[in-house]
């Protein structure tokens, strides 16, 4: 445990790390060198699209996926050193497939891991019910988890990974599957964790689920492109987002929206509703304006966390094409 | 980066953070993989099915079907000669049952076209002049043709025509010649003993195939089963071992090895009269040590396979093959080529079926088998080291 005391302020310490996969021509830089700094209670999420590193980076925390450059500490311990079995004591890991044993039922899974992990007695019995009562898994003990909705069967993941009630909670894309009520149950389950004092590294695709963290990390091929509360992380937007509300001529729609696709003036569009949401430099507004004049006007809008994602993921591109072409 | 705006909650004492380190049992964790392995075995009961269902099936197959010994073979019967003498030679010839006539043809050319279309197995052909032989007190000439391309119902087909030839000759009072023209594809080997029953002979050998089987099909989906399912993530951040994961996975696969291999050995002694005539320690340590082996064997490939699909065909390519064709089930090792003969050192089945063979009919003891023992341990011990050492704790 004197590991743990040095660095007591930091849950989870990544430096320079990363990961490679394949060799020579097929080299693939799955995770670049990430520098991570989550303290206690924090709930950090890893935001990014399919392929961007967030699966790669969580298991490299978990002590599953040995990094190729970099270290990464769990509440000081290295989980690739001898300190593993540490490691392993204090992380919990939901991973994002189905990976309990769905042909065994809830308590036959429960049973199994706490068999792992070493638990009995007074202490494994009431951390089991209070597990169960919190995520509301009690009645359901002998149903298999094979048979468990998408929700329910996240829950038990949770449940397993936290039977050795870890410091440390790793989620990757938990929601993945989830119908909407069971995942705001997901997240009030993290929030509850939280409160007292878990750390928790979440990854999704979802924007919505990236403002219910503390803090993010945007990913990107491998990459992290930026780094703060979501709620700061979207006010620092530097770009107009505009809504573009569109006349009433025939093709309205079609044609203001094969217009901004090929606008170079446009970083980034989704359609909205009725209407078209636009995110473009402040300077290139008017420019876009006059392109736009008699299919629609264009009017100012709040920025959403998706906006400043994809605005941030269209800059990225940008530059990396702006740069091969040099 | 700063950190101000985060919010911070101090732990509460609901979770209390102060924990005893634990100290786990490898035992506990053993026998928590072999709970669940076991509950997987019990509700898909496909293994089962493999371990218990299959030996008695494949024993019944190869005890009643596969009968080296034959009756009624089909005949196609020229009589060119066509006199008394002659049909009293070939009613003498067909008498005994073992061999049948399947049709009758005007000459020897049709044979061709027999053996074609597979109406028959072999020709006889009695040639023109024939009775004037017999009343000359000439040797008679008579002539089989057989058809060479399945070369144990040819072996059989001439010793029998030959002997009936000889009898009803006898009975005739002619001397007896037979001039035998086999075609060119002919391939005869005497792959059994005629001496002994082929059950005898098949029963030990089989015993080795079986468990071979058995055991390396249900222990190569065990490992690969985790990869499939991705389960393998959820064991390898809990604290068990890799050498805990293959031993908890043993012991059910072992137990449901065990019961194969009684069944094999009852069925053996008690339907096909396989006799026990030596020491039945030696026979149930050369069989644990076997099942040993092909566990690991079993193991390793599961381990190295990832997937249950390559799995399978590891199984059946390095297990099930050389378990069948170089340990002298069926084959004698001494008529292989060099090469083969090679190779066949490092199945374990031969090892066994040496020993199994020894000690069920020869009456033999450790004495004589001790090699087998040997090897037979150094088998296991190599492929549960392998196992274990190329069981790494990582996805990849």
Redesign the interface.
């Known amino acids: 445990m004197t590991a743990s005391t040095t660095s007591r302020a930091l849950s989870i310490e990544t430096s320079a790390i990363g990961r490679d996969?394949g060799s020579g021509k097929t080299l693939n830089r799955a995770v670049g060198a990430l520098s991570l700094e989550i303290?206690?209670?924090?709930l950090f999420g890893l935001i990014g699209p399919d392929g961007a590193g967030k699966t790669t980076l969580l298991?490299m925390m978990?002590?599953?996926?040995?990094p190729t450059r970099g270290t990464v500490r769990v509440e000081g311990f290295d989980p690739f050193g001898k300190e593993a079995?540490h490691a392993?004591?204090v992380?919990?890991?939901v991973?994002q497939?189905?990976?309990?044993?769905?042909?065994?039922t809830v308590g036959?899974n429960l049973?199994?891991?706490a068999?792992?992990?070493?638990?009995d007695g007074e202490e494994l019995r009431t951390r089991r019910e209070r597990l169960m009562s919190i995520t509301r898994l009690g009645t359901f003990l002998d149903r298999r988890a094979a048979q468990l909705s998408g929700g329910m069967y996240k829950k038990l993941a949770v449940a397993?990974?936290l039977l050795h009630?870890p410091?440390v909670l790793l989620l990757d894309e938990p929601t993945n599957g989830v119908d909407p009520p069971s995942r705001r149950e997901l997240w009030e389950l993290l929030y509850e964790f939280?409160?007292?004092?878990?750390t928790i590294v979440v990854t999704t695709p979802y924007m919505d689920e990236a403002t219910r963290c503390?803090?993010v990390a945007l990913m990107d091929r491998g990459e992290i492109i930026a780094?703060?509360?979501p709620e700061?992380l979207v006010a620092s937007l530097d770009a107009a987002v505009l809504e573009v509300s569109l006349a009433s001529v025939p093709n309205a729609r079609e044609r203001a929206t094969a217009l901004v696709e090929s606008s170079e003036l446009v970083i980034a569009s989704a359609p909205l509703g009725a209407s078209l949401r636009v995110v473009v430099e402040s300077r290139n507004e008017a420019a876009l304006a006059k392109a736009l004049e008699g299919l629609g006007t264009l009017s100012r809008t709040a920025p959403s966390f998706e906006d400043l994602f994809l605005t941030a993921i269209a800059r990225r591109e940008k530059t990396a094409a702006t740069k091969e072409a040099a | 980066?700063s950190?101000a705006?985060?919010?911070?909650?101090?732990?509460?004492a609901?979770?209390p953070?102060t924990?005893s380190?634990?100290?786990?049992?490898s035992l506990?964790?053993i026998?928590?993989i072999a709970?669940?392995e076991s509950?997987?075995v019990q509700?898909?009961p496909q293994a089962l099915y493999l371990a218990l269902g299959m030996p008695i099936m494949l024993l019944l197959l190869f005890g009643y079907g596969v009968s080296f010994d034959m009756d009624e073979l089909p005949v196609v019967l020229v009589d060119e000669d066509a006199t008394p003498e002659s049909r009293a030679l070939s009613d003498a010839v067909f008498a005994s049952g073992e061999l049948r006539i399947a049709g009758t043809a005007r000459s020897a050319d049709a044979a061709h076209q027999i053996f074609a279309d597979r109406d028959a197995n072999a020709v006889l052909v009695l040639p023109r002049g024939l009775s004037e032989s017999i009343a000359r007190g000439e040797p008679v000439e008579v002539q089989l043709l057989v058809d060479g391309v399945e070369a144990n119902s040819a072996a059989q087909l001439q010793g029998k025509a030959e002997a009936a030839v000889r009898a009803a000759s006898l009975s005739l009072g002619a001397t007896p010649a037979m001039a035998m023209s086999p075609p060119t594809e002919t391939r005869l080997s005497t792959w059994f003993n005629p001496e002994e029953r082929s059950q005898l002979f098949l029963v030990p050998g089989l015993a080795a195939y079986i468990l071979a089987i058995v055991a390396v099909l249900l222990t190569a989906l065990t490992v690969s089963r985790e990869w499939d399912?991705?389960?393998?993530?959820?064991?390898?951040?809990?604290?068990?071992r890799t050498w805990e994961i293959v031993m908890g996975k043993l012991l059910p696969y072992f137990t449901l090895g065990v019961i194969a291999e009684l069944i094999v050995f009852v069925t053996g002694a008690w339907v096909f009269d396989v006799p026990m005539r030596g020491d039945p320690i030696v026979l149930g340590l050369a069989s644990l040590l076997f099942l040993l082996g092909m566990l690991g064997q079993g193991m390793l490939i599961s381990i190295v396979a990832k997937n249950q699909m390559v799995a399978t065909q590891m199984a059946t390519m390095v297990s099930m093959l050389p378990s069948m064709l170089l340990s002298g089930f069926m084959f004698p090792i001494e008529n292989m080529p060099l090469p083969l003969q090679v190779i066949s050192n490092v199945v374990p089945a031969r090892y066994f079926i040496h020993t199994l063979r020894g000690v069920l009919l020869r009456g033999n003891g450790f004495a004589e088998v001790w090699f087998d023992l040997l090897m037979l341990g150094g088998f296991a011990f190599v492929m549960f080291t392998i196992a274990t050492r190329r069981f790494k704790r990582?996805?990849?």
């Open positions: 996969f303290p206690h209670g924090e298991r978990a002590g599953l996926l040995p079995d392993r004591d992380v919990g890991l991973p497939e189905h990976s309990l044993y769905g042909d065994l036959e049973d199994f891991f068999d792992l992990y070493g638990l397993c990974a009630q410091d939280v409160d007292q004092g878990m503390h803090r780094m703060d509360a700061r | 980066m950190e705006s985060l919010p911070r909650t101090e732990p509460s609901a979770l953070r924990k380190r634990r100290r786990t049992s506990r964790r026998f928590a709970r669940k509950l997987h509700r898909d399912r991705s389960s393998i993530q959820q064991l390898f951040v809990t604290p068990v990582e996805l990849a």
